[in-house]
């Protein structure tokens, strides 16, 4: 069995039988990973869930043949047409000429405004449909949270292993095979947040309608659950994630991140960089920006920190706050500063509740923001350690 410390990117892993997930994912300061993942199942006629994310197209290819040889593949289940999850369509239906692709009308046309899918080579699986793969059918069913209108997860009746694609999205402090690596507040913290993220419409929804689809979705009775953006989760964390899932309707929006946070890590990307070499917010057009002025952030994040292993995740009231670091401490004295016990610096979430932005208007007549207040004697504090 893939364990922590046995697991790596872009090396595929055995969750159930014949069943394996290809796990990749992206770096996200300030709130740590997201899992970026697709799955292989390699029954009689082996199935592609999802084709993984363009950024790693040879990677990923690599890493799918590895478990599967792609002239034996017979089918691609596109969950539906995000990137990460249709982001190598192309090159996998080139690379498996034997494979149908399990799509819908509506994906087929929004990806027509970058490619034009082979419709020759489609077959439309909406909710509630099945596909026979030799040895076991397959079942697409529209799960409870997703971020694009043609999403249908796909249950394995014969293995009991559902691919519940972005439902369960959650934030990790780094990569790992297994969801049960996370503490109880993490579990659940990611749970909200990630809920949330994907799906910022489920506090519009009513509690009582969204439960009974939750109802549904668990009625699957998954043993194992995968999904892209989540590390694999078995029992008893099943039963506690569907039960975070029907609580979300409850708990306010997350406010999102806002310029002011942009302008913060901009500021603190700047003042890590030498003066000799190119500036982080330099407009010239260099692919080396962005990247930089991530790797930027996260470096400075831990001088600010002391913690590399922490990450602010929301709670049940929908305030963002620091997790316990579940770092040995002996690592933190290899930090290039002393833990700060509390700090303001890396809270914009509880700061977004807090403060109030005062909008004014330029001399040019742009709204701008000129200024944020926090309540007098409110202080977020962060705990590491
Ligand atoms: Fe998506
Ligand atoms: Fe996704």
Wanted: aromatic residues 8%; hydrophobic residues 40%.
């Amino acid at each position: 069995m893939t364990t922590t410390e046995t697991f790596n990117l872009l090396q595929p892993y055995q969750i159930a039988e014949e069943t394996f997930v290809i796990p990749w994912a992206l770096e996200a300061p300030p709130v740590g990973h997201f899992p970026m993942n697709s799955m292989v199942i390699r029954g009689a006629e082996p199935v592609l869930v999802d084709t993984g994310a363009p950024a790693v197209r040879s990677q990923w290819l690599q890493a799918a043949w590895s478990v599967v040889d792609p002239l034996d593949v017979r089918w691609i289940f596109l969950t539906h047409d995000d990137r990460d999850h249709a982001g190598n369509l192309l090159a996998v239906l080139a690379e498996c000429p034997n494979a149908t692709l399990l799509t819908t009308w509506f994906s087929v046309g929004r990806m027509a405004e970058e490619w034009e899918t082979p419709i020759n080579r489609c077959r439309f699986m909406i909710d509630g449909d099945t596909v026979d793969v030799g040895d076991r059918t397959l079942v697409a069913k529209r799960p409870p949270l997703y971020d694009n209108p043609t999403t249908r997860a796909l249950f394995d009746p014969k293995t009991h292993v559902l691919w519940a694609v972005d439902t369960f999205a959650t934030n990790v402090p780094a990569p790992m095979p297994e969801i049960a690596a996370l503490s109880a507040d993490e579990f659940r913290d990611g749970q909200f947040f990630g809920g949330r993220l994907v799906s910022p419409w489920v506090s519009l929804l009513d509690g009582q309608k969204f439960r009974t689809v939750v109802d549904g979705f668990q009625r699957l009775d998954a043993e194992v659950i995968a999904g892209c953006h989540t590390p694999v989760l078995r029992r008893p964390q099943i039963a506690e994630a569907f039960d975070l899932l029907r609580r979300l309707p409850e708990i306010p929006a997350w406010p999102e991140f806002t310029q002011a946070d942009l302008d913060r890590w901009m500021a603190i990307a700047e003042g890590s960089v030498p003066p000799e070499q190119p500036r982080p917010s330099a407009r010239d057009g260099r692919p080396r920006v962005s990247r930089l002025f991530l790797a930027d952030v996260r470096a400075s994040l831990r001088p600010l920190t002391g913690c590399r292993a922490g990450w602010p995740v929301a709670d049940s009231a929908g305030a963002m706050r620091r997790t316990r670091c579940r770092q040995d401490p002996a690592d933190h004295a290899t930090d290039s500063a002393p833990p700060l016990r509390t700090s303001t610096h890396l809270m914009p979430h509880s700061q977004a509740r807090a403060r109030k932005a005062v909008v004014g208007v330029s001399r040019r007549g742009r709204r701008h923001e000129t200024a944020h207040r926090r309540p007098r004697g409110r202080k977020d504090v962060l705990t590491c350690g």
